[in-house]
């Protein structure tokens, strides 16, 4: 790899995804190169159906590229294995989601504790505390997600996302579900973190001006990339 490649968390070369349909072969990606730097904040924004969401489950490892390559912190993702892929997830990434996915079973502690606990981390609960307390509910810590708002599972889930101390947080429309207000606190909250940790964040949004907040803007269109362009970077607050 070479000394530039060496300088991105991600790299992104001849990016193809096709899958079979009864119609035959349909190409939701293709020929996708682009790269991005350490503590990075990137918007993939496009119209529905363009392959943006695609493209984050490939950049994240939970979907195999059909040709190409992505370098995920310096590992080909098509050389290794679900279980090897599954390993990087936990070391080095996060994920929010549109949906939430909080188990509901679980307090809202107790789903921030979750990852740090399947990884055996020694103080997973000291940890949960302390991020549920920089989101804002450090007095919803025994609440279910049946009795959170939507603007407050979502923030459970950024802490849940945070607490691996990720290298890299993927977001995918963070706060397409929420009112304006919320969506506003979710949206500061990724920065403001992103800044704080130095965390690379990569989010999908079809928000122009949530993508405007990024330092840049990678625009798909029917499954190709249209262009790179520069953010403005402005604080949301």
Not at 56 to 85: F, P, Q
Not at 116 to 138: D, I, R, T, Y
Not at 141 to 150: D, F, I, K, N, V
Not at 169 to 198: R, T, V, Y
Request: charged share 20%.
């Amino acid at each position: 790899m070479s000394v530039l490649s060496q300088l991105n968390v991600i790299q992104v070369s001849g990016l193809t995804k096709s899958v079979n349909t009864l119609e035959g072969s349909l190409t939701i990606l293709s020929d996708i190169s682009f790269a991005v730097k350490s503590g990075e904040s990137v918007a993939i924004v496009g119209a529905s159906g363009s392959g943006k969401s695609t493209l984050l489950s490939l950049l994240a490892g939970l979907d195999v590229a059909s040709s190409g390559e992505i370098h995920l912190d310096g590992e080909a993702l098509s050389k290794l294995g679900e279980e090897a892929r599954a390993k990087i997830r936990a070391d080095k990434v996060g994920f929010v989601f549109q949906s939430f996915m909080l188990v509901q079973s679980l307090t809202a502690l107790e789903n921030v504790m979750l990852p740090a606990e399947l990884a055996s981390a020694p103080n997973a609960k000291q940890q949960a505390l302390e991020l549920l307390e920089k989101v804002g509910l450090s007095h919803r810590l025994g609440h279910y997600p049946s009795q959170l708002s939507g603007g407050e599972q979502q923030r459970v889930a950024i802490a849940r996302a945070f607490i691996g101390e990720p290298k890299i947080l993927f977001a995918d429309e963070p706060s397409a579900n929420l009112d304006s207000k919320n969506g506003h606190l979710i949206e500061k909250l990724l920065f403001d973190l992103n800044k704080q940790n130095g965390t690379t964040l990569i989010l999908v949004t079809h928000d122009e001006q949530l993508a405007q907040q990024c330092q840049r803007i990678i625009h798909i269109e029917g499954g190709q990339l249209e262009d790179i362009r520069q953010g403005v970077s402005v604080n949301v607050g």
